[in-house]
């Protein structure tokens, strides 16, 4: 059998989100513990982005990317029923990925490991075009444009690392943070309310697509303001004003149910994360607060919390299982939602603990991750237990 057959009937490369949720878990684990090192004084710097830049790019570029892969190469299939990579193409994908996690450390010429790094987004958007395209939902197509700005960003932060674009670093990781706010409302908006009402029987989340939109324009303009003049005014009342706006959704799809179950809870309570992170995001242009004092209530809490608990109910529901958490993943939930609180909020109320908050909050994202991999990465490396394909 040749190396492609075997890619082509290997188990965890079945379906997308198989083998890119290994991988973000990996990762997950992986990036945290080498940061604490770093900081630490026990593991030398990479040879490129060193510093605080590696740590928000491996975060943002290394586990988000490869759980947004994951996601929509699972998705986009059922939304528009046309396939997605798999087996050997899907390997590659991997690949590529993988080559732009290593290659900061392999002592390569900066502008290799530039080409190498930017390359994931351009050739997940090339796996995924078909089938956004041609999809019979022309909305899927924004996914392609969302590609490209995340490209944009990247390409912005090694400009700055190799001196060719001063506060490129900056302005990068921040484009990449609201593009996935972006995808974190739109995402949400299509199917936390078909979770809620596939999971409670007579559940009615309301749905007001006026907000829909309005929450949709808000993102993007508050992504254009951060571009061009962040941390400003205007850019404070749009990210109050969408932080408002979520809480408005949240209270459209809350059922008193959702809290006795937990693959609903942990969704729910990670959008809650999302609503209070946009207004501690806003609140520094109008009060003392320190500018992005809150970043990890926006990073830790709404993204780390929703992505361990949607890669979660993804592995489960997509291995042909029951949708119910098991007791590991219980706590893990509980501790990257402590996680958040420790990174997010504890900085804010008591900041003479600070190094103190960061290591405690990094050991327990790093347990949650941990936890989430001891449960779930069985069930992505084997077959379905119902026989069926994916």
Do not use: K
């Not at 007579?202 to 006026?210: E, G, Y």
């Not at 004003?241 to 949240?250: D, P, Y």
């Not at 990670?270 to 995001?281: R, V």
């Amino acid at each position: 059998m040749t190396l492609t057959a075997r890619l082509n009937a290997a188990p965890v490369l079945a379906l997308g989100f198989r083998p890119f949720f290994i991988a973000a878990g990996l990762s997950a684990i992986l990036s945290v513990a080498v940061w604490l090192a770093i900081l630490s004084g026990r593991w030398p710097q990479p040879g490129h982005l060193a510093g605080t830049l590696w740590h928000a790019h491996e975060m943002l570029f290394g586990y988000l990317a490869a759980v947004i892969a994951g996601f929509l190469l699972t998705a986009v299939r059922n939304w528009t029923g046309m396939p997605t990579a798999t087996g050997a193409r899907l390997a590659a994908l991997v690949g590529i990925w993988l080559a732009g996690r290593l290659a900061p450390w392999l002592g390569l010429p900066p502008l290799l490991v530039v080409l190498v790094d930017l390359a994931f987004f351009p050739a997940l958007a090339l796996a995924l075009w078909r089938p956004l395209w041609q999809g019979p939902n022309p909305v899927n197509r924004i996914f392609l444009l969302i590609f490209a700005g995340m490209t944009a960003a990247g390409a912005m932060v090694h400009l700055d690392a190799l001196g060719l674009l001063v506060g490129g670093a900056t302005r990068g990781h921040r484009l990449m943070l609201d593009l996935i706010v972006l995808v974190l409302l739109l995402v949400s908006g299509r199917v936390m309310p078909f979770f809620i009402t596939s999971a409670l029987a007579n559940a009615q989340p309301r749905m007001f697509p006026l907000l829909e939109r309005v929450v949709f324009s808000l993102a993007a303009g508050l992504l254009i303001v951060d571009l061009l003049q962040p941390l400003g005014p205007v850019a404070g009342a749009l990210a109050l004003t969408l932080g408002v706006l979520q809480l408005a959704r949240l209270i459209g799809w809350h059922d008193r149910r959702i809290w006795i179950t937990p693959m609903l809870t942990v969704l729910y309570l990670g959008l809650l994360w999302l609503a209070l992170g946009l207004i501690l995001d806003g609140l520094p242009a109008f009060t003392d607060m320190r500018p992005r004092a809150a970043l990890h209530s926006l990073t830790v809490g709404a993204i780390g919390v929703v992505t361990l608990g949607m890669m979660a109910r993804v592995a489960v529901g997509h291995t042909g299982r029951p949708m119910q958490a098991a007791p590991l993943t219980l706590l893990a939930f509980v501790l990257i939602n402590l996680a958040a609180v420790l990174r997010g909020l504890a900085p804010l109320l008591a900041p003479a603990g600070y190094q103190t908050w960061l290591t405690a909050g990094g050991l327990c994202w790093m347990l949650a991750f941990g936890l989430f991999l001891w449960v779930h990465a069985p069930m992505l490396w084997r077959v379905r237990p119902d026989g069926r394909p994916g």
